[in-house]
């Protein structure tokens, strides 16, 4: 699913949902729970985000690439590395992320996990071992299309496809697919012209790009429970 723009179409006919917004919410989460927070609560949101801000939780708050003002850390990966976060419950409310990830838990009946590149070998050995549909659902930008979580998602696919357990018959996974494979021995290169890398860059953010793109960082699974996403564990 390209972007959450399309979800409905897809939301009864899947039980596993690949969460994905690669540049910077999914992978900022999977920095987080490699760095031992205890939970995060993603919101919609920027007064949710307040709410939870006036009862005392570490919050991060971005919009549009920046860091809302009067939150603790925005959405930076960088940020959630602080050793100060280990054991700690955050809430986190970003333009595109956690919108999905809130709806993906629409889907009553389906397990929702948070997908990117840190987590990519990990997660995909973990999906490969459920007997269940998968849906990738890519954030994309304000309901529209975008490339870096589509190549992530190609890349998902690739992995679960070589297994031979699993077929698609959507050509948005082949696409997907086919564009992870033009784009993997350079992704950042590949991504030159994306609008999410330009919008980042001209923010200085280049490093949170190659953070990001950098795979395998964070063998974590983050899976959602209730309106929490914790750290599976025990699998
Ligand atoms: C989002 O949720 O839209 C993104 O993670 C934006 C960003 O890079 O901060």
Redesign the pocket.
């Known amino acids: 699913c390209f972007s959450p723009h399309d979800f409905d179409l897809f939301k009864t006919e899947f039980e596993l949902i690949v969460v994905i917004?690669a540049?910077?919410?999914?992978s900022?989460i999977c920095a987080a729970f490699q760095n031992g927070i205890k939970s995060l609560i993603p919101v919609s949101t920027i007064e949710e985000a307040m709410v939870y801000k006036e009862k005392g939780y570490l919050v991060g708050a971005?919009r549009?690439?920046q860091l809302v003002e009067g939150f603790d850390f925005?959405?930076?990966p960088y940020s959630y590395l602080n050793p100060k976060l280990k054991g700690e419950t955050v809430v986190l409310s970003?333009?595109?992320?956690?919108?999905s990830i809130n709806i993906a838990k629409q889907s009553e009946n389906a397990t929702v996990v948070i997908g990117s590149f840190l987590n990519l070998d990990h997660l995909s050995t973990w999906l490969s071992k459920q007997d269940k549909n998968i849906l990738c659902l890519c954030?994309g930008?304000k309901d529209k299309f975008n490339l870096e979580d589509t190549i992530c998602a190609g890349a998902i696919t690739t992995q679960l496809l070589e297994t031979g357990k699993f077929y698609s018959d959507e050509d948005s996974s082949v696409a997907a697919k086919y564009l992870f494979l033009s784009a993997k021995d350079n992704i950042f290169g590949y991504l030159k012209s994306s609008s999410?890398r330009r919008?980042?860059k001209k923010l200085n953010?280049n490093n949170?790009i190659k953070y990001c793109l950098n795979p395998n960082t964070a063998p974590v699974i983050p899976i959602l429970k209730g309106d929490e996403i914790v750290e599976l564990k025990d699998f």
Do not use: F, P, Q, V
């Open positions: 917004d540049l910077r919410a999914t900022a971005e549009n690439g925005g959405n930076s970003t333009t595109n992320g956690t919108k954030s930008w999410h919008r980042l953010l949170d």
